[in-house]
């Protein structure tokens, strides 16, 4: 049994994932949105505050469920991330291998997300690297925006990333510009299941299929300028309709982009991870996608979107050439 441990930003978690049977034996995380929704965005040093607060608490729990003597392996987010954060992770992990005697291993956080689309299937089957690789995976977060081939040796090859603002880096701040409260996708998303998405248009840059880039900060400038020439009453009502065609400005270009590519190449899989793709309207849109060509989607239940540490110990398990032996922490560690 591999545990999972992770902490790169603000969510603490802990995960026991079984190898031979291909499910976890425990997952448990502790979310600190409330905390930062005071500050309107994640604190570093709250954030490290609490990682070190809630690991004490989780791994108590974790032994009342599973006999440490089961651990064979500890995986740990290793980077990118908040450094205070990934600090205390990893120095928890290397203090419970140190303890259990076990080989501590690290994780890229961003494989991660790559990989989660697969969790749920046996991947010890001799056909899950045939039947799903090469593999286009589409990461959406708040701090990152990456389309992605993945080979069937987890060799990742970057085709387009955003040059400036993340997909949920535009939604938080298009939230915080509508006046709504933190974090602001879900507030977003909410209102836009109100209203008419094809009601306003807002820019879409690299819309052409050689422009291998995402770009959101117009699109964010091009909101604050429309919100500007609003009076309260017309706001009030043109609300809901601002909100989904915001929405729909950002999930339809992160759509077509992927369309483009999967018209491209030779794919057997496409995938959809990370946080923002817990976004019901986004879902729906990348399997559809897959549908219309007839290739299959990988999307991950909606509680392994966020940050987890289910996604670290399956990582380590089905991808080790790419995990640390030497660990230490690295914030600004590149994905390829």
Wanted: proline content about 4%.
């Amino acid at each position: 049994m591999i545990l999972g441990v992770e902490s790169s930003c603000d969510d603490t978690s802990l995960a026991v994932f079984d190898e031979q049977s291909g499910l976890f034996s425990y997952e448990k995380t502790s979310s600190q949105i409330d905390l930062h929704a005071l500050y309107g965005g994640v604190v570093p040093q709250l954030a490290a505050r609490e990682h070190l607060r809630n690991f004490p608490v989780m791994l108590a729990d974790l032994v009342k469920n599973i006999s440490p003597s089961k651990i064979t392996k500890i995986a740990v987010t290793c980077g990118p991330g908040l450094p205070g954060s990934l600090a205390l992770g990893v120095s928890f992990a290397q203090s419970l291998g140190l303890i259990l005697k076990r080989e501590v291993t690290g994780v890229h956080h961003l494989r991660g997300h790559i990989l989660s689309p697969f969790m749920g299937q046996n991947s010890q089957k001799n056909d899950f690297k045939s039947k799903n690789f090469p593999h286009l995976s589409l990461l959406v977060s708040g701090g990152n925006t990456i389309l992605a081939e993945v080979d069937e040796n987890f060799e990742v090859r970057i085709i387009a990333q955003t040059i400036d603002d993340a997909a949920g880096e535009a939604i938080d701040k298009g939230a915080k510009l509508l006046g709504l409260k933190y974090p602001g996708g879900p507030e977003v998303e909410h209102y836009a299941t109100l209203g008419n998405e094809k009601r306003f248009q807002f820019p879409q840059a690299f819309t052409r299929e050689n422009e291998m880039s995402f770009s959101f900060s117009g699109l964010k400038t091009s909101l604050r300028y429309r919100l500007e020439k609003l009076s309260d009453e017309a706001l009030r009502e043109q609300f809901n309709d601002i909100c989904a065609s915001y929405q729909f400005a950002i999930i339809d270009i992160l759509a077509k982009k992927m369309e483009q590519v999967l018209f491209q190449g030779n794919f057997r899989s496409i995938g959809l991870s990370g946080g923002v793709s817990n976004n019901r309207q986004l879902r729906t849109r990348i399997g559809e996608l897959g549908k219309e060509n007839g290739i299959v989607c990988h999307i991950p239940e909606a509680k392994y979107t966020g940050d987890n540490a289910s996604m670290v110990a399956f990582a380590a398990a089905v991808d080790e050439t790419h995990t640390l032996k030497a660990i230490n922490f690295y914030p600004n560690w590149k994905l390829a």
